[in-house]
């Protein structure tokens, strides 16, 4: 999928938990399917996950998240607890984590009862994570493939990315969208984002919203980059109800608009034509949300 891919058979993987946990080691063991594209998930017996770095680009990404995920512990939604951290070897060192399983569906719409629920308990989750003390925590930027940093900074790799889509998007649209977004200044104050609130990263239970998984892509930087859940996941219905829930100004609410377009035209240029065709139907909801999907 990808020119960095890292590869470790499931042989291999298995001797990891042999040999580094083998309290674990006769416990089953199986792959579990994903839509993302930094790590690869394995389930050990029904109360363990091991998360492995498959790709050279996730390797730092997934040691930051591994310093960091004990910090973030006592938010008003759930997230993973480590247990173990380990290295392998896949032709150079990676850190792998064994966390906690997390009981839940992803918080797919049909897996969501409420969406003004969910949109009231992923505000309150945010406006918590944004208290979170943010001393010596990693800065947007390539440690976190720039989530949170000023717009215009990512304008060279966007709208080749959005040119790119000409049959598939309103591109005109999407480029004034982008300029606009890209005019405004970053906030005053940078707070701890997460960098990637969609659904596969997002566990329902019973109905309501209940986990907040993946911190691969957590820093420092605007926390618009979070916003855009208001076009990635919150429902339409209770978009305003979010916003209002965290009491965003326009300006707030532009740049989550340019998060929005930014993920997805960069996702869905790149993995389109068979490469990942769960991410690309989740950007092309994204971009009809954000009223630029052609058909």
Known sequence: MHDDDLFLPESRVRQLIADQTPQWADLPFRRLASSGTDNALYRIGDDLLLRLPRRR??????????DWLPHMQGLPLAVPNLRYRGTANVGQSVDFGIFDWLEGDLATPDMISDPFQAAEYLAAFLHALHQKDTTGAPRSGPANHRRGVALD??????????????????????????????????????????????????????????????????????????????????????????????????????????????????????????????????CRLTLDRLGLLLF
């Open 57 to 66: 680009e996730s390797v730092a990404v997934t040691a930051k998240e591994l």
């Open 153 to 282: 900074d990512l304008s060279p790799v966007t709208l080749p990315a959005i040119d790119s889509l000409a049959d598939e998007i309103d591109i005109k649209t999407a480029h004034e969208l982008w300029k606009r977004a890209c005019a405004l200044s970053l906030p005053q104050k940078s707070v701890w984002l997460h960098g990637d609130l969609k659904a596969d990263n997002l566990l329902a239970r019973h109905g309501r919203l209940h986990a907040v998984l993946d911190w691969g892509l957590a820093a420092v930087g605007d926390p618009a980059a979070d916003y855009a859940a208001a076009w990635v996941f919150i429902d339409p219905t209770a978009r305003e109800h979010f916003r209002n829930a965290l009491g965003l100004k326009d300006e707030d609410w532009l740049r989550a608009e340019g998060w929005a377009l930014y993920g997805a035209v960069i996702a869905l240029s790149y993995y389109r034509g068979g490469r990942n065709e769960v991410l690309c139907r989740q």
